[in-house]
């Protein structure tokens, strides 16, 4: 989910959330059995969480909640898994690790992650697909390293993605001085 806020008051624990993933258990009303706590625990570890497992979900980072909603999606074993801005609203050092973690991930399962922020997205992502009325999909594995970043913020200038993609034309990301002066 693109927001995992929840009621901090509300008494469930990130195990109980993750066990919420199991797709047509057998026994709604009789709790989980050892293979769905096994799994359970099994996708905590893949995401990096199982010591949070009894921990309240309502005490966790925006961050820690986003891996504990990941491996709820985890436990119905997917082949596909769907991610709708996946960190938004988690800090820059808690996206890029959500997004080590979809690349291991990524591993085994075939991930698609819908987002605005191609800064961040384009060190981790093997394809595009740029949607506005029509859809263009691009292969960009091997086109990552012509990027640059500008300072400690590591930021993709999108200008470049654009040129790259074939999308705009523009001689550099960074206007010279002469252009911008003449422009005032």
Known sequence: PQNTNVNTDFPIKVIEVVMMGHT???RP???YGKDEIACAMGALEQVGMVSYAQRKIGLLSGGQRQRVMIARALCAHPKILI?????????ITGQREIYELLKTLNQDITIIVVSHDISVILEYANKAAHVNKKLSYHDISDKQSTFHTHGEKEHFCEIELLQMLGKESCESCEV??????SQK
């Open 24 to 26: 047509g258990s057998k």
């Open 83 to 91: 991610l709708d801005e996946p960190t938004s609203n988690i800090d």
């Open 176 to 181: 010279p001085s002469s252009k911008w002066r």
């Open 29 to 31: 009303l009789m709790g």
